[in-house]
């Protein structure tokens, strides 16, 4: 197949293209380099299937005509920034909302009609129900980025019915992993290498969230799309456990070797929209026979190693 990924060159999209190329597909990215790393595509740029296009998802004209000649898409770009949304409100609804608006549409122009998409678990807000599932009724948006994401899902549905598209909805927790650039981890870690007598920590530390790892979630997404056939398929991909971020603060201190004291902010959450327990039902990925291989402890441990491996990611975040 001729697949075209947006966001090729992040953390999620680069493992994601390296999956696909090994199994001899043909790929394009497209990235506009504003979060990805040219780094992460070494082993990519070896494939002759290979073509990289720098390019921004809001350059409408440029995106029609770099993706000519592909039949499936997979959306991943995205700003991913949840944390800093109150501080630049157009920025979730540009680079999420109106990018995915603009994929669909220069698909349709293409007549491409089948897209896997990169949402997110923030979308359920703080959900009353735990683990929550797929079907969970929506409460309050607590985010910006949340709520331009389940946006997105509106819009890529609504082209489903209305255009008689096939979509793939892919509701992540958090990933972890090699290529990991941002989140808690990156933050820990780097704050450590400045000074590991001492850590700062938003909130009470007690915040409870479910992680998955990278190649775990290639795994879950590229089954669901060989094994789920519906016009639309919505997956919450996570692991059958969870962890708080005292958890992996004693993870990440232990492997280093480090006994900071710890600083923390206080309060049952480190910002605004921060969700203090995300924990997704994942049976319905389940059923098709998808399983984790690594727990979340081995995850933080395997993003922990990669940053130290590549500490040039430091400097450039």
Same mark, same amino acid.
Do not use: C
């Given at each position: 197949?001729?697949?075209?990924?947006?966001?090729?060159?992040?953390? +999620?999209?680069?493992?994601?293209?390296?999956?696909?190329?090994?199994?001899?597909?043909?790929?394009?990215?497209?990235?506009?380099?504003?979060?990805?790393? +040219?780094?992460?595509?070494?082993?990519?740029?070896?494939?002759?299937?290979?073509?990289?296009?720098?390019?921004?998802?809001?350059n409408f004209n440029n995106l029609v005509k770099s993706m000519k000649g592909c039949d499936f898409v997979f959306h991943l770009s995205a700003n991913a920034d949840v944390r800093f949304g109150l501080q630049h409100p157009d920025k979730d609804l540009k680079q999420n909302t109106i990018a995915t608006f603009n994929v669909l549409e220069a698909m349709r122009k293409n007549k491409i009609r089948k897209i896997a998409f990169?949402?997110?678990?923030?979308?359920?807000?703080?959900?009353?129900?735990?683990?929550?599932?797929?079907?969970?009724?929506?409460?309050?948006?607590?985010?910006?980025?949340?709520a331009s994401k389940l946006a997105g899902e509106g819009l890529i549905t609504s082209y489903c019915e209305g255009f008689g598209f096939q979509s793939w909805i892919f509701r992540f927790?958090? +990933?972890?992993?090699?290529?990991?650039?941002?989140?808690?981890?990156?933050d820990f870690y780097k704050s450590l290498l400045r000074n590991p007598k001492e850590l700062y920590v938003l909130g009470n530390g007690h915040q409870k969230k479910s992680y998955l790892y990278v190649q775990d979630c290639i795994d879950a997404m590229l089954l669901s799309i060989k094994k789920s056939q519906d016009k639309i398929n919505i997956f919450n991909l996570g692991t059958n456990e969870?962890?708080?971020?005292?958890?992996? +603060?004693?993870?990440?201190?232990?492997?280093?070797?480090?006994?900071?004291?710890?600083r923390y902010s206080g309060g049952d959450r480190g910002w605004i929209g921060d969700n203090p327990f995300i924990f997704l039902d994942t049976r319905k990925i389940r059923k098709l026979g998808w399983r984790p291989k690594f727990s979340i402890k081995e995850a933080v441990i395997k993003t922990v190693q990669f940053l130290e491996k590549n500490k040039w990611l430091l400097e450039r975040r």
């Open positions: 197949m001729h697949f075209f990924v947006t966001g090729g060159a992040g953390f +999620i999209g680069s493992n994601l293209v390296d999956r696909l190329l090994d199994e001899g597909h043909w790929v394009v990215v497209y990235d506009n380099f504003s979060t990805g790393f +040219i780094e992460f595509l070494e082993g990519a740029k070896t494939f002759k299937k290979f073509k990289l296009i720098k390019g921004d998802v809001l990169a949402s997110t678990g923030s979308i359920y807000g703080e959900s009353s129900v735990i683990p929550t599932p797929e079907d969970a009724p929506f409460p309050i948006q607590t985010s910006l980025y949340g927790v958090s +990933i972890l992993g090699e290529r990991y650039t941002h989140g808690h981890i990156f969870y962890a708080e971020v005292n958890d992996s +603060i004693k993870w990440i201190t232990g492997y280093l070797k480090v006994k900071p004291i710890l």
